[in-house]
């Protein structure tokens, strides 16, 4: 197996369009999809049928506004993929951003191409770079990944 891990340099806007959320009405795994664009977000459950869609329109410091962030801000849902990793908390959009993750983790080396832009993984909270870490994080991940 190749340990080497080729940082694609994605930032964290590039999983947040498609996020893995807890059903409001089922607890099962539901995917919320913003449309940045057609400034809607949906919901969609497979599990038990339940959808609604709502406007990224939202009123901040007293304005309407549409603004862009994760699509499960707007449905004020819980991340799917969550959970408490001593005193922090381990999460990820979807399951790519997971994945995504994992093989960060598994890397020994880490390449980057190019260093002048900042990506996500270089910001991310300092429990994540710590190889003491490194196998109760993919014990997490792969518990997650297993998630029913
Ligand atoms: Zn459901």
């Not at 369009?17 to 607890?27: F, G, H, K, L, Y």
């Not at 960060?104 to 909270?125: G, M, N, Q, S, V």
Request: hydrophobic share 35%.
């Amino acid at each position: 197996m190749d340990h080497r891990f080729q940082d694609q340099q994605y930032r964290l806007s590039y999983f947040q369009q498609e996020v893995a959320v807890i059903c409001s009405v089922c607890t099962k795994k539901a995917t919320a999809k913003a449309d940045y664009e057609a400034q809607k977000v949906r919901l969609t459950c497979t599990s038990c049928g339940h959808h609604r869609e709502v406007s990224t329109c939202r009123s901040a410091f007293g304005m309407n506004a549409h603004y862009i962030t994760a699509a499960h801000v707007y449905l004020d849902l819980p991340l799917w993929y969550e959970t408490s990793f001593k005193n922090e908390i381990f999460w990820a959009y979807n399951e790519a951003h997971l994945l995504y993750l994992e093989q960060y983790i598994i890397a020994k080396l880490r390449e980057h191409k190019d260093r002048t832009h900042f990506t996500f993984l270089e910001k991310l909270p300092k429990f994540y770079h710590d190889s003491k870490n490194r196998e109760a994080l993919l014990k997490i991940i792969s518990k997650l990944k297993n998630k029913k």
